[in-house]
């Protein structure tokens, strides 16, 4: 498994915390605001609501981009400590640069970052993975856009570093319950190099901070 | 006594949801009385809309969608000039329940819109190159829209019921193209049944707590569930046989976890739930015929 991940954080000065994630070709930027004021209409009396707004490069957004905004304010719902501020919102933004595949892990794993950078409270990371089963019957991870629209079948799953359980699944696409038992293992292996890159750039960002503040 | 009790329970319900159903969920039952694996009495109509080219209701207990379905000739994409498409539209009006409230869709409707059109292609249920005319020239658009009568919960199950059984229904009238002038002719008294190649099956598992995975969840059990899992299975018709091994589309909803036990649970609720509802299915349409 050879893939380009990198990220940069606090490109956007305005927001409380931001990230530019980039998986091989594919990027996104994302900012997070909060906690900030929230509509009335919004407001939840004992948690922080998460607003996801996903913004595509061309085109308007539409059901498709709502989906993605749902499938990613579901999976931090249940990871964001939102008991800690009742009452406010927590606004996510992702902005898509270039979409050259495996658009929702990019989601998944951008705002993270940008949450940690916002210093937003959370149980643990999460790390994004898409898988494709071509039509060999092959498992590939983190495909290119070519594969997703070639591929029998699309997997996107979300796991959390504590336990490694599930936070996020959604697949499309015709699986037998063995091949698609078989793309869950295969994932779950992937996204240690993912946990290990929130690690090094956390690190990073914390002696980078205490150097500056000196 | 038992009113005293009746009006008690009452008052628990309303001001304290979660640990009224947490009383239930917790001794393994549900707070209308089934067990966490069974669902609710589910009814199929065919052809309740005369004046649609398809159309099914259905009642998932007191979960009501109606769908109705329209054809249109257009032009196809510039990309795809053999295929026709198929518009899903899941409507929820504030009539089905006082959490819809009048305006642009919600995000559920626009969601499960979105779920409706995945869960058509991905389980090949109408192939597009099926809907073609004439390559490049002209092909037929279904406009499926399914609008929620009553809502109660499970919404997913009812729509993808009512939209398979409103496709199952759904007749294109002959289009030909005529070899002397080249233009294309549509003959409306000449009708040919829509090649359905399989009917998907939607089942939903919701878990409350982490532990408590059950099945069908009606409104007030959605509230406080931690996740909700929906499993499709495709259901290809080949000859007579239906192949009921293969799952389309999950989707989880929600933010709790969800081990790898309870994926499995959920994926075997839908294909055992699946012979159930294509039974359901296949028994409406022949009593639509008669």
């Excluded at chain 1, 008991?83 to 989601?107: M, V």
């Excluded at chain 2, 931690?226 to 909803?253: A, F, M, R, Y």
């Amino acid at each position: 498994m050879d893939q380009l991940l990198d990220v940069q954080l606090g490109l956007l000065r305005q927001a409380d915390g931001s990230s530019l994630f980039k998986l091989n070709s594919t990027s996104v930027m994302v900012g997070v605001y909060g906690p900030t004021e929230v509509k009335p209409a919004k407001e939840l009396s004992d948690r922080a609501s998460l607003e996801v707004t996903y913004k595509p490069k061309v085109k308007q957004a539409g059901c498709r981009e709502k989906l993605l905004e749902k499938n990613v304010q579901s999976a931090f719902d249940g990871v964001v400590l939102t008991e800690l501020h009742p009452r406010t919102a927590i606004q996510i933004i992702i902005q898509e640069l270039q979409d050259s595949g495996s658009l929702f892990s990019c989601c998944i794993n951008g705002v993270c970052f940008a949450l940690l950078d916002a210093c937003v409270p959370m149980r643990s990371t999460l790390a994004a993975v898409t898988c494709v089963v071509d039509s060999e019957g092959e498992i590939i991870i983190f495909p290119t856009k070519r594969q997703e629209e070639t591929a029998l079948a699309v997997l996107n799953v979300a796991f959390e570093s504590k336990e490694g359980a599930v936070i996020s699944l959604s697949s499309s696409g015709v699986l037998t319950k063995s091949k698609f038992q078989d793309c869950i293992t295969v994932c779950k292996s992937s996204c240690s190099k993912i946990f290990e890159l929130y690690r090094i750039k956390m690190r990073q960002l914390c002696t980078k901070n205490a150097g500056s503040e000196c | 006594m038992s009113e005293v009790a009746n009006i008690y329970s009452c008052g628990f319900r309303i001001t304290q949801p979660r640990e009224y159903q947490k009383k239930f969920l917790e001794a393994g039952v549900r707070s209308d009385g089934r067990k966490l694996d069974e669902f609710r009495e589910a009814l199929i109509g065919i052809g309740p809309v005369s004046t649609a080219d398809g159309s099914a209701l259905v009642a998932l207990g007191e979960t009501k969608v109606i769908c109705g379905i329209k054809l249109e000739v257009a032009p196809p994409k510039v990309d795809k000039p053999r295929c026709g498409y198929i518009v899903p539209n899941v409507d929820l009006p504030p009539l089905a329940s006082s959490d819809f409230r009048p305006g642009p869709p919600s995000e559920l409707a626009q969601v499960s819109s979105q779920l409706m059109l995945e869960i058509v292609l991905k389980s090949k249920c109408v192939l597009l190159e099926d809907l073609c005319i004439a390559e490049g020239r002209m092909c037929w658009v279904l406009y499926c829209d399914l609008i929620c009568l009553n809502y109660d919960g499970n919404l997913l199950d009812a729509c993808t019921m009512a939209l398979t059984a409103a496709l199952c229904n759904v007749k294109l009238p002959k289009a030909f193209v005529n070899e002397e002038t080249g233009a294309i002719e549509i003959d409306f008294k000449q009708k040919v049944p829509l090649n359905i190649r399989s009917r998907p099956v939607a089942t939903t598992s919701s878990v409350f707590e982490k532990e408590t995975l059950y099945v069908d969840p009606v409104r007030e059990e959605e509230k406080h569930a931690s996740l909700t899992v929906t499993v499709v299975t495709s259901n290809e018709i080949s000859g007579s046989t239906v192949d009921s091994d293969n799952i389309c589309v999950i989707h989880k909803t929600g933010g709790g976890s969800v081990n790898e036990e309870q994926i499995e649970q959920c994926i075997s609720n839908g294909r055992c739930h699946t012979p159930f509802v294509l039974s359901l299915i296949g028994s409406a349409l022949t009593k639509s015929e008669v």
